[in-house]
Nanobody, 111 residues
Framework: VQLVESGGGLVQPGGSLRLSCAASGFTFSRYAMNWYRQAPGKERELVASIGSTGTTTNYAGSVKGRFTISRDNAKNTVYLEMNSLKPEDTAVYYC?????WGQGTQVTVSS
């Protein structure tokens, strides 16, 4: 199993980023996928989840209305669209399927 995140970077408050996670080594379309994040000195937290078909999504309260999780099963990729970013969104963002994790991508929100 391999999960490879991309799309992180430095963005100003109020800006947007789109994270991608390319998956391989398993039948992607059969599994729900998650995005987690971990800020310095804090525990890793679940940000968003999406069901195997993409019709069911769930969000942490802190990102609801600003972040959108989606997937393309033909491309074995899950996305996290992040809008209206705040400094408190600064963290390493990880793609997850059960016990499998990507290497993470850094998102920094700062002026």
């Amino acid at each position: 199993v391999q999960l490879v995140e991309s799309g992180g970077g430095l963005v100003q408050p109020g800006g947007s980023l789109r994270l991608s996670c390319a998956a391989s080594g398993f039948t992607f379309s059969r599994y729900a996928m998650n995005w987690y994040r971990q800020a310095p000195g804090k525990e890793r937290e679940l940000v968003a989840s999406i069901g195997s078909t993409g019709t069911t999504t769930n969000y942490a309260g802190s990102v609801k209305g600003r972040f959108t999780i989606s997937r393309d099963n033909a491309k074995n990729t899950v996305y996290l669209e992040m809008n209206s970013l705040k400094p408190e969104d600064t963290a390493v963002y990880y793609c997850n399927r059960y016990g499998d994790w990507g290497q993470g991508t850094q998102v920094t929100v700062s002026s």
